[in-house]
């Protein structure tokens, strides 16, 4: 609360509100009620894509980081080479290569055109989820090595020594130090994933910032949807950051 009540965020803060109260009073407003269910659906279409690519990618990010820190050549090969591609290449790119290549590959497949995934398979959003899981998963998968990595050698091989099992080892000591270390980077790493969901409103998924492009076009209404999505994506972003520093306080707690 004190870093919050320093004079310079308090004149920022103030200067914030005054230029929103100029949007909202001068902006014009009239099609908001039009558009409101539009938007409401928007928004958690962009909210769930957002925790199940995390979720997803942050599955397939623990085994990369694992392979690479300390699993065998013909792990880490493969888990590097992931990796510094997905990290090498742009998201949109991947988004279009999954849609526009796997998905105009699909049809002319007759078993799975009788199969019961084709309803999914030709809709966008399941391209959409692969590519931004995979993507998380290539950076959050070198991040995870460099935690994995940082665990002391000691501890490994004193539970080693009593005896304890691999997977125990894993569970009880690796992870949860590995996870301590990086919940900062992952708080930031979440809120750039949820930047790069607009990304997939090139592929026809409508989140939130497709919505808002559909206003635009509808009503030749430029700055209030722009103002309204920024709005919606600070709020969102800020309820990551202040969700991920409660889990780092409480990892950091001490017991009394």
Not at 3 to 9: A, E, F, G, K, S
Not at 16 to 23: F, Q, S
Not at 169 to 193: H, K, N
């Amino acid at each position: 609360m004190r870093n919050l009540l320093q004079p310079h965020r308090i004149i920022m803060l103030l200067i914030a509100l005054g230029l929103v109260g100029l949007i909202v009073i001068n902006g014009n407003w009239g099609w908001l009620p039009k558009y409101m269910p539009m938007i409401l659906q928007g928004i958690w279409r962009t909210i769930w894509l957002l925790v199940l690519s995390i979720v997803i990618g942050f599955s397939l990010a623990v085994p990369l980081g694992l392979a690479q820190a300390s699993g065998p050549w013909y792990l880490a090969l493969p888990a590097r080479v992931f990796c510094t591609v997905i990290r090498g290449t742009p998201l949109l790119l991947q988004i279009w290569l999954l849609y526009y290549g796997l998905g105009s590959l699909f049809p002319s497949i007759p078993w799975i055109r009788e199969s019961e995934l084709w309803p999914l398979l030709r809709q966008a959003w399941p391209y959409a989820l692969v590519a931004l899981s995979l993507s998380y998963a290539g950076y959050e998968g070198e991040v995870m090595r460099g935690a994995f990595a940082s665990v002391p050698r000691g501890q490994l091989e004193a539970a080693r020594a009593m005896g304890m099992p691999g997977r125990k080892i894993f569970s009880r000591i690796s992870l949860p130090q590995a996870l301590q270390s990086v919940l900062p980077t992952l708080g930031g790493e979440a809120v750039l994933q949820l930047k790069a969901t607009p990304l997939v409103a090139t592929i026809t998924v409508v989140e939130i910032y497709a919505v808002t492009s559909r206003v635009r076009q509808d009503t030749l209404i430029v700055y209030e949807p722009l103002f309204l999505v920024a709005a919606i994506y600070l709020v969102l972003a800020g309820l990551i950051v202040l969700g991920f520093r409660q889990l780092e306080g409480r990892g950091t707690r001490k017991p009394a």
